[in-house]
T-cell receptor, first 115, second 113 residues
Framework: GAGVSQSPSNKVTEKGKDVELRCDPI?????LYWYRQRLGQGLEFLIYFQGNSAPDKSGLPSDRFSAERTGESVSTLTIQRTQQEDSAVYLC?????????????FGPGTRLTVT | GNSVTQMEGPVTLSEEAFLTINCTYT??????LFWYVQYPGEGLQLLLKATKADDKGSNKGFEATYRKETTSFHLEKGSVQVSDSAVYFC????????????FGQGTILTVHP
């Protein structure tokens, strides 16, 4: 079946603008995760959804970042008033989280550049 | 908190050489351990996993054994190929089988013919 998809693949925006990043998880996967990868740094966890609720938002770096998930499917990560330090690749992952299947499968990422 | 430390790269090898990429971790409870690989221009892919002590994960000729006594999960391959050139990430989920992954910094591997 199809893997995790993300859109757009690339986004260039001006400082101060808002952006929305979209993630479509693997069908049937109840868990969804957002991470970011800044140049020269490792992957940072942002937020975790189980179904439509978010039991762990501990990685969101500021109140400019928010995310939602609807219908146990699509998730949107919104960054308001973007700053240059927000430039990164934003990765989404999903997992089944049942029957011993907890491994996460990643999408191709959205490369965000804030000018 | 949880943390993962990988050997610093880049690592450069000739084809058919033996590969080891060291990974050690700090975590509470009983984490699950993973190796992910990112080939040039591609997304992050799960390479192998181990969910309890002494488990050995293996895939595509790569192996890693969950060593609780040394808190390590070193990645090995007996004979690397040019196509193994990629960035390798060690990761764990802490305490439970699900939840956020904590990643190491990544190790760049380049294999020359």
């Amino acid at each position: 079946g199809a893997g995790v998809s993300q859109s757009p693949s690339n986004k260039v925006t001006e400082k101060g603008k808002d952006v929305e990043l979209r993630c479509d998880p693997i069908s049937g996967h109840t868990a969804l995760y957002w991470y970011r990868q800044r140049l020269g740094q490792g992957l940072e966890f942002l937020i975790y959804f189980q179904g439509n609720s978010a039991p762990d938002k501990s990685g969101l770096p500021s109140d400019r970042f928010s995310a939602e998930r609807t219908g146990e499917s699509v998730s949107t990560l919104t960054i308001q008033r973007t700053q240059q330090e927000d430039s990164a690749v934003y990765l989404c992952a999903s997992s089944l989280n049942s029957g011993g299947r907890y491994e996460q499968y990643f999408g191709p990422g959205t490369r965000l550049t804030v000018t | 908190g949880n943390s993962v430390t990988q050997m610093e790269g880049p690592v450069t090898l000739s084809e058919e050489a033996f590969l080891t990429i060291n990974c050690t971790y700090t975590a509470t409870g009983y984490p699950s351990l993973f190796w992910y690989v990112q080939y040039p221009g591609e997304g992050l892919q799960l390479l192998l996993k181990a969910t309890k002590a002494d488990d050995k994960g293996s895939n595509k000729g790569f192996e890693a054994t969950y060593r609780k006594e040394t808190t390590s999960f070193h990645l090995e391959k007996g004979s690397v190929q040019v196509s193994d050139s990629a960035v390798y990430f060690c990761a764990l989920t802490g305490g439970t089988s699900y939840g956020k992954l904590t990643f190491g910094q990544g190790t760049i591997l380049t294999v020359h013919p």
